[in-house]
């Protein structure tokens, strides 16, 4: 079966392999909406929910937005809020707590730029503490890097944030990521947050050293936004339509011409920006407590 | 049956449709390898080999470079070299002639931000024969405009050059834009031109009115590069592997979910840099008497 | 002495040269101050009042903002809606008419883009008023271009402009542009509007045929926010505080190393994005009946 | 006086200022032509020269390129062989050892972003010797990181450094930045390497804690191009001419509208590019036995 990134997504997969939407044993989720968009938890408890939908032990949530289509100001600022809200509730924060910022991806591959786009709008504050403390004083302790991807860098990301780490000693990390999906509807609609942490490169490329709690030995949640699906994705799921045997068949041979090739909206440009403007809308409202119609006057 | 921008797959799929390669009444074809390159030319010389290819009456020469994970500096050079022989082959100049590059295309869009590239690196000299006549006298007359898409502008792209042409006079354009293939390996691999004209938008996006002679009244040369495929393309071949029948009804039904959606190399931003720089290098030496190795010096 | 775009300053160098600021015959000056911008109007009335300020006979409006340094959302909305007030008092349009918007300026210079990004959100229409009449049935009608400077077209802009008029018959032009002030504090936070025209190239490099309704034979309206300030001018200002004289003569002989220089804040590449944002916001809601908080579902 | 980045420069400010060129003790330069280019070596010997000039002992190698508006292929290969051949003059390398490039610089700031655009070029390795060992056996063993100014990161540049290279343990260090000059004419022109390291933000923004071998442990090899003047500069060289005492005064009370505004010239985005070719180039053939030619096998 094709990888998501998606605990949703492949709870649903599940079902619909199974053929019945009964409860997974080890999987609980539950799902609200709330002024259009809907937001839904998944939290895998054991070996088995594990093992069932390939995902690691810990807490998904998934903020579904409208079709892109759509984007508004409004929904930029639902989306900023229930992005708050999520990541709050997997973030245990006090007042003094300092948090690392990390946009993964290559910024010179479009639907790869989002961790760094979200970094260029990060409020960071760590430096100002002190040298200016007083014109930070309300404002949380945050730093963040976009430190590139191993193609870029030669070094394993893990690597370079342990290292970065040491320095500083943050007390928790977020990791902001572009995201592969098993379904075009998702891309750019989506925002998975999990306490279990992520690994470089899923979303485009390959997969890289994880960054998590154990890898790093504080608390890791990561933000993701499913951006492209494999080519591969969408041919078999068009053979699976009519041929399931043809479609297993395919999965074993899968053509070099669509090994490389994503699949993308062709508006992939502005959902790039609109989903970063929410993931930095979100972030900075949860980190600083600034109302987020102040924020440009700190991001610009 | 797909759409494609090229003629040499669009004589491809009528041979592979038909089951037979012998030759197609009102189509001559022919091919040649040149340092590694295959330089193809497709005539289509009367009405039944425009209804056979969907196609223009007219020539169509195909240059095909080696995949773009090889691409180099001497594939650089050889594809500026034939691109030159080939656009000459088409445009009957002589040295008091002036001609007009349109770089079509949506310069926010990456795929589709090839025309406009390649106008950023166009040797423009009209203004100078009024206004510096000794500092270009052994250069071409050429002019340029990247008028962007018509989503952008309200304006049918026709009716923008119309009106220039109105204005300005050339004896002939060359028009740029990025094509739709129906393989993915075409993509920043194949370069085409005609002496049909193009429509712009048929690689991204919908159909426009028509650029050619017939619209402009004077000569259109097209230069087009595949940078995208449908990604319904790649899920009909999928399909077509294993049953013609269900591919047959899939195109009746193409879901919602996979249209608007493009399917690109992870590398296209890359591949966008080095197919301009071809286009440009073999256009900028075709309407200027400039060596290869000089044009840094009149582009920066 | 030095050139300024800016009418307001051309008076404020003739109150300073005479050393007084008593009324110049044939300009008249209006200055309110508004929720902490400052909005005036300089009326250019005979030749006595072009002579004197050396600019064309018309209305020039300012539109003066904070510091770039404060700026925010509030003063975002704020300095839309003066926009908007100002250009529907130069712009006498109805509901059937049909405006042209043009960016001038070159996208690749960093200070120069500001007309093209204000293109890239400005809503157009034209188009939709045939193929999709519902779905615009309450916008205006509104068509625009960023055709490129000279130096990269080969053409004057005025010739390109002339030849879309032809083809598209709008009632008005809007012709935005990057100028140069006398004074750094006035980068980014300026706003000029005026019925006189422009000369594009004016704010970089060489100035071109000017766009104004005598050669266009409509009315144009243009909008313009210093970018740059020339180099020579700092040394000139610098040099004419300590002696006039000294400074009349650095006049005559201004070091070629200063010519072709540019001095911009070191945030101008933020400043570009704020100001774009206000000229677009003003623009769009002045030719269509849109909130300004709406504004996002149709740009994007 | 002014401060500027460059020895050499530092050097003719001192002949200027007591003027004469006699040997200044402690300082030691020298200079050579080689196919239009200037190659001069200053080496700081002792405190005293370290006092006279301003700079840490050590030895500055500067490489004079013609003005950029006669930039071409050739110059860029001349470039590129002269800053390989000084590199590896300061650079005592041997084929096993491991050396980390640092691009430094905001690369949202236009004259800024030299650092990050090196590094998008680099030939990176290091990862390659564990994964794909015989694909690199021939190059050398490279990593690179830009990881931002401390304005966007909240962390001192130093700190990240030291933490990657505890994990990563390189024998040297290469850092690129933009630098600050006294003149405008040596924007784009010119090329400092030195072995006393950098101060990042020294071009453009407040200073920071300096990178180099006391602070890292491990040779550090500076590579800088200077990109900006201070806008003050311009107007106190301008004063200077006619004025010493005023010029004094004026550096007293650097008026606030100047601070904060750069001077650079209008064709920087292109310079940008141009100077980000040759440090690249010349990066990568010293670091990797790569012919110039074949370099854009490597770097797409």
Request: hydrophobic share 40%.
């Amino acid at each position: 079966m094709f990888r998501t990134d998606l605990a949703l997504e492949a709870k649903e997969m599940v079902h619909e392999a199974s053929g019945k939407t009964t409860e997974i044993e080890g999987v609980k989720a539950e799902s609200q909406e709330r002024d259009g968009l809907t937001i839904t938890t998944v939290d895998i408890l054991n070996e088995n929910g594990k093992k069932a939908l390939g995902k690691e032990i810990g807490r998904y949530i998934t903020i579904e937005l409208p079709p892109h289509s759509s984007f508004c100001e409004a929904y930029y600022r639902l989306g900023c809020i229930e992005l708050k809200k999520a990541l709050l509730s997997l973030l245990d924060l006090n007042k003094n707590n300092e948090v690392l910022v990390v946009g993964l991806g290559n910024r010179e591959i479009t639907p790869d730029a989002l961790g760094s786009l979200v970094l260029q709008k990060l409020i960071v504050t760590r430096h100002l503490k002190t040298l200016a403390p007083d014109a930070v004083e309300e404002l949380g302790t945050v730093s963040g890097i976009a430190p590139g991807v191993m193609g870029m860098t030669g070094i394993e990301t893990v690597e370079i944030i342990k290292g970065i780490l040491e320095k500083t000693n943050p007390s928790a990390i977020i990791v902001i990521d572009a995201l592969a999906s098993r379904s075009t509807k998702r891309i750019g609609t989506t925002i998975q947050l999990c306490n279990t942490g992520i690994s470089p490169g899923s979303g485009i490329g390959n997969t890289r050293k994880a960054l998590n709690s154990t890898s790093l030995g504080i608390p890791v949640i990561a933000i993701g936004v499913p951006m492209v699906v494999d080519a591969a994705t969408i041919a078999f799921d068009a053979i699976y339509e009519s041929s399931k045997p043809t479609a297993e068949e395919f999965l074993k041979n899968i053509p070099d011409t669509l090994k490389n090739m994503i699949v993308t909206p062709k508006e992939i440009d502005k959902i790039l920006v609109n989903m970063s403007a929410i993931l930095s809308g979100g972030i900075n409202t949860a980190l600083h407590p600034i109302p987020l119609e102040e924020l440009s006057q700190y991001t610009g």
